[in-house]
């Protein structure tokens, strides 16, 4: 069984920072792309980051880049997603995914999704 926890969400101040970690069980995750995906309180959900399978190829929506860092630590099992100078339009929940390819993740095409942890930022 595919299991995905997050942890390290939480409050931080405008242009504060914060680090999420995803642990994944139940498949050989190097095989596979990882990410994040992320749903602020009355929006759809939308894409955040993702990276292929040793990082090779990498993704990130264009709301993040050049603020948020995804990596991944395959021999843990685990993705990280490091996240600076947030604002409060960052304010959500973020997911942490995995599916076959990077691509396929930014498409939305994710194969399990995580429970979610709340990031808010405040002003």
């Known amino acids: 069984q595919v299991e995905l926890v997050e942890s390290g969400g939480g409050l931080v101040q405008n242009g504060g920072s914060l680090r999420l970690s995803c642990t994944a069980s139940?498949?050989?995750?190097?095989?596979?792309?990882m990410g994040w995906w992320r749903q602020a309180p009355g929006k759809e959900r939308e894409f955040v980051a993702s990276a292929g399978r040793n990082s090779a190829i990498i993704y990130y929506s264009d709301s993040v880049k050049g603020r948020f860092t995804v990596s991944r630590d395959d021999c843990q099992n685990q993705v990280f997603l490091q996240m600076d100078n947030l604002k409060t339009d960052d304010t959500a929940v973020y997911y942490c995914?995995?599916?076959?390819?990077?691509?396929?993740?930014?498409?939305?095409?994710?194969?399990?999704w995580g429970q979610g942890t709340q990031v808010t930022i405040s002003s």
């Open positions: 995914v995995t599916g076959l390819d990077a691509l396929a993740i930014r498409r939305s095409e994710v194969d399990f």
């Open positions: 139940g498949r050989d995750f190097w095989q596979y792309a």
